[in-house]
């Protein structure tokens, strides 16, 4: 048994693609949406720049998938794909709007959170599409359960839908949280958390110097895809659900943080 990990540096920044995908989306007609400027906009960004900065992270993303297709190629080539499980995924997205390039700035917009998760059991030759909400955290248990080893009994997450025998429902509570500078044995002061729940998406800022007090921002992720529409606090009884919610997990992070210190 053998395990392989593969960190393709592309498309991190800074976004030098390969020669033959230079312009590959030169006059392609994509115009992209306006959207409102984010109190965290770097303001040194023009739009023009921004624009620029996309299409060249575009370019960049074609060469990844060339560099896994030669990956996957050379595996099958040699039987490997037989008898190994295959994943494909990434850390994070990156922005390139609302005066934002990349993903340092602290907002959970859905360019920055949904990345792609691709799963080849051995020997598959179909494709088969899981349309259940899932977190990357799920990936340490499906692993585990699919290659018969012992979940840790630390491990969060969820088996994936369909390796999962137990799987009922495709409504589930998916959270992020992003606290850069926040230390292990410190409360959590400032930070960025979200919460989805069915198509709805709850995001809280809370103790950044951009703010002077919390903010919440709430989208129908299906009739808002773009995350243009706050509804905040227009649906109210839909957004205290999902904050209690939020708020009751915070908690039970902090406990198991103060937890792991002593």
């Known amino acids: 048994p053998f ?23 030169l006059n392609d007609g994509f115009t992209a949406i306006e959207k409102p400027e984010s109190i965290f906009s770097t303001k040194r960004a023009k739009e023009a720049d921004i624009d620029a900065w996309r299409t060249w992270y575009d370019e960049f993303i074609l060469y990844v998938d060339a560099e896994f297709a030669r990956l996957y190629a050379l595996m099958e080539q040699q039987g490997l794909l037989d008898n190994t499980w295959l994943v494909f995924t990434s850390d994070h997205g990156e922005l390139f709007e609302r005066g934002i390039s990349g993903h340092l700035t602290p907002v959970l ?9 691709l799963i080849f059991p051995p020997g598959q030759i179909s494709r088969f599409d899981v349309n259940t909400p899932t977190s990357s955290i799920d990936l340490l248990p499906t692993l585990a359960h699919v290659t018969g080893c012992e979940i840790p009994a630390w491990a969060e997450g969820e ?15 998916i959270y992020a949280l992003q606290s850069k500078g ?16 069915e198509n709805y998406k709850l995001t809280r800022f ?5 703010t002077e007090d919390e903010i ?6 299906e009739n808002d895809p773009q ?27 902090e406990r198991k943080r103060i937890e792991s210190s002593e």
């Open 159 to 173: 088996i994936l839908p369909p390796f999962n025998p137990k799987f009922q429902s495709e409504s589930r509570d």
């Open 182 to 197: 926040t230390k292990k044995d410190e409360p959590i002061q400032r930070a960025t958390a979200m919460l989805v729940r």
């Open 216 to 221: 919440i921002e709430l989208y129908d992720l």
């Open 3 to 25: 395990l392989a990990y593969y960190h393709f540096l592309p498309p991190h920044f800074p976004y030098n693609t390969r020669t033959d995908f230079y312009n590959q989306f």
């Open 227 to 253: 995350e243009l529409v706050n509804l905040y606090p227009k649906a109210q009884d839909k957004a205290n659900q999902l904050l209690s919610a939020l708020h009751s997990k915070l908690d039970e992070v």
């Open 109 to 117: 917009y859905e360019p920055v959170v949904r990345v792609p998760l």
């Open 206 to 210: 809370w103790g950044y110097k951009e």
